[in-house]
């Protein structure tokens, strides 16, 4: 479900609440399952460009 949510992160907005919680999913799913199949298939995360990001003014 961890790799399900950063795939799913390639797809939103960019907010820096959304790419906090992306990073944050990512590190959580290499620091407690170093050895699972999904950790493989994920070796990146994305952060959205700064054109695609939501500014709050």
Known sequence: ML??????G???TGDDDSVDLL???FNLLHRRYQHSQWTA????WYE???SFRIVKH
């Open 3 to 8: 790799h399900d949510v950063i795939v799913a």
């Open 10 to 12: 390639r797809y939103t």
């Open 23 to 25: 990073q944050r999913v």
């Open 41 to 44: 298939q994920t070796q990146y």
């Open 48 to 50: 959205p460009p700064e």
